[in-house]
């Protein structure tokens, strides 16, 4: 695969579309020009759509829009850096605002050797029964500020069962203290969700949940990872090797915690 900006995002709407579209008040929908990708939830952050650089992004971006604005609901809304200038005033027309760029980052598996946690402090499972998946809501609703009941209905049980997502959690002393959800398309890895609330942050816990997990995947045949990196997380992202392919601007509908107005 030809690692662009654009190829990975269409990844990313494959492992989003179909999650998103089985949910009860969900949408998924993927086209030539994009995709589209909403819980029904709320909350931005699980209201997602990706707008590419076709000759169609201006009509895209439109219907795109109507969706979202006809379920009102709040959303992010991802628009490809070569089509960005040209489509701001469309989307400011639309109601749509500015929030800065999200740095899409990738790392070849190959480059991933096991992870670090040379006193055995952390321990890393996959998630594999309700009880665990709740404590993973819980644990995320504290790093992001995003609300419980949200994150109940996103995350539900039915998650379990799908072939490509998967949910980490990393536990210290028997508690939880950072968690993960990876998207698996073919041998191509997206890291999500990756939380650890503040309380356990600069301890060493998210750098080993993410080593761990990558360390997971690579034995499991994984060729490629890639991430969306918040301007709390890039740091880290840098630490262990990611690189930008894109700082693809973001647009909101609403408010998202992750990305505040600017």
Not at 74 to 84: F, G, K, N, T
Not at 168 to 185: I, N, Y
Request: glycine letters at 10%; proline letters at 9%.
């Amino acid at each position: 695969m030809d690692v662009t900006a654009l190829s990975v995002w269409r990844l990313a709407g494959e492992a989003f579309v179909p999650w998103m579209a089985d949910l009860p008040n969900g949408i998924g929908q993927c086209t030539p020009g994009g995709w589209l990708a909403l819980s029904g939830e709320p909350v931005a952050d699980f209201n997602l759509a990706y707008v590419d650089d076709s000759p169609a992004a201006p009509d895209h971006l439109r219907a795109v829009a109507g969706v979202i604005q006809g379920r009102q609901l709040p959303a992010i809304v991802l628009l490809a850096s070569a089509v960005s200038d040209r489509l701001a005033p469309i989307a400011g027309q639309l109601g749509l605002h500015p929030v800065g760029a999200l740095p899409l980052m990738v790392r070849p598996a190959s480059a991933v050797v096991g992870h670090q946690d040379p006193d055995g402090r952390y321990h890393v499972e996959l998630v594999t029964t309700p009880e665990a998946l709740r404590e993973v809501c819980v644990l995320a609703s504290e790093a992001f500020e995003l609300p419980l009941d949200s994150l109940v209905r996103v995350l539900d049980p039915r998650v379990l069962a799908a072939p490509d997502i998967d949910v980490f959690l990393a536990r210290r002393d028997g508690q939880p203290v950072s968690t993960v959800l990876t998207t698996r398309t073919g041998d191509v890895v997206g890291i999500w969700n990756m939380g650890t609330p503040p309380r356990y942050q600069r301890q060493g816990a998210g750098r080993a949940t993410l080593e761990a997990v990558m360390a997971s995947h690579r034995e499991r045949g994984a060729r490629l990872f890639y991430l969306g990196a918040t301007p709390a997380g890039k740091p880290l992202y840098d630490r262990v090797g990611f690189q930008t392919v894109e700082e693809t601007p973001i647009w909101i509908l609403g408010q998202s915690m992750p990305f505040p107005d600017l």
